[in-house]
Structure formats: structure tokens, C-alpha cells
């Protein structure tokens, strides 16, 4: 994970940085973490996936300027806007800003690069042997559910497509479920973030497939479910 600081006052820079390098240490995550005293420093390269960037800068830099040259040249990198003025945070619907910290409040840092993580859960590829013994690639931000298929897997994707692999489902169920899938029943794991419907027996996916819910897997599904959406829905 690459984090880039702007911010013109050393101290406050130095503050920043301090409280990021804790996380990533404590969270033992690997991170590269940058700081710039301006933002036309910073942009001479802008390689961050996560940027904590003052709004007001010195010579009468602007963050939400710099914020807005970023999406202009497509960058998709996330800002964290720093602020002593809490009242200008309005302003950051301009620009798709990630988070607001006031600068009294650092420790809202720790909140912010959590929440990141969290909304790049899905970003990775995992893979596995098909039932002529290739590995392959699958994208967990594009599957849709596994089931059982006789002794193997059917791995089910968002357009339709779908990988019938070698495995065992408890095993699937197990390294998937900290990326935002879970089994729901004793056949099926499901990705919450493709759930459009829930009752009390049943789920019903984006693609309109209905999935029932296993009687002894209700309580804790809907535990799970609810924290997803917490942290997830607009």
C-alpha cells in the first residue's frame, strides 16, 4: 500500500507520518509512505493509493485544487483531506473526498486507513485447479457465489461465466470469509457485497438467483451481513 502526506508544516507532517507508521507496524502491513511539503511536489509523480493532503497550503496552494487535477487525469487514488477548519469540509463533494480529519483529531488516522483497507477487501485474485488440473485466475470482486458440484466446486462470476474446480467447500468457505463471502449454507458461499434481498429463509443474489439460507447458518449470516452492510452500503 503506497500513502502519500502533503502538508507544508513539518511538525504536523511529522505528527502524520508517526501515526501511520504505528498502524502499518502494529497492523503489520506492508506500506510505503511518502511525505511532500507541497502539493506540487507530490504531483510531479502522484503514485499513492491513499493520500492524507492538507487543504490549506502554503503559497497559496489549494487542496481541493490538487485533489481535482487528480481526478482529472484519472488517478483513482483516495484523499483524506487535513484541516484546523472543519466548515470547509463541505466544499470536498466537488471532488469524491474519502475522509475529512480535523487536525485536533488525529487519531481519526488509525479510523480512516481502516476503512480503506476494508473498501479494497475484494481487490485480489486467487486461484485454483479446474477439473483438468490448470490453474486459474479468479477475481473475487467478480465472483458471485461458489456451490458444491458433485466432489467439485462451480465457481459462479457476475457475468455469468463459471470455473468448475477441484476443493472442498469448508475449505473455500474458510479462505474466503475474510474478503466479504459467506457460507450460508452447507452447498453455497455467497458474496455479501452481490446480496440485493434477504428474508428469513432465503437470499436473493443481483442476477436474480435465490439462495436458501441453512437453518444452522441464519444466526450467524445475518450477524455477518449486517456488519457488511454497515460498512459498505451508500
Partial sequence: MKIGIVEDEAVWRDKIQTIIEKYCRDKNISSQIKSYNSGKEFMKNADADLLFLDIELAEGEDGFEIAEQLMSSGNKCKVCFLTSHTELARLGYRVNAFRYIDKKHLEEINEAIDFFLKTKIQDRIVFCNNIAGIRIKISLSELLLVETNGRKLRY???DGSEHLCEGQISEAARSLSRFGFFQIHRSYIVNLKYIEKVNSHEVTLCN???????????????????????????
Fill in 156 to 158: 459462479l462470476m457476475s
Fill in 208 to 234: 436474480g438467483l435465490k439462495v436458501v439460507i441453512g437453518r444452522i447458518h441464519s444466526k450467524e449470516f445475518k450477524k455477518e451481513f449486517f456488519k457488511w452492510r454497515m460498512w459498505f452500503d451508500d
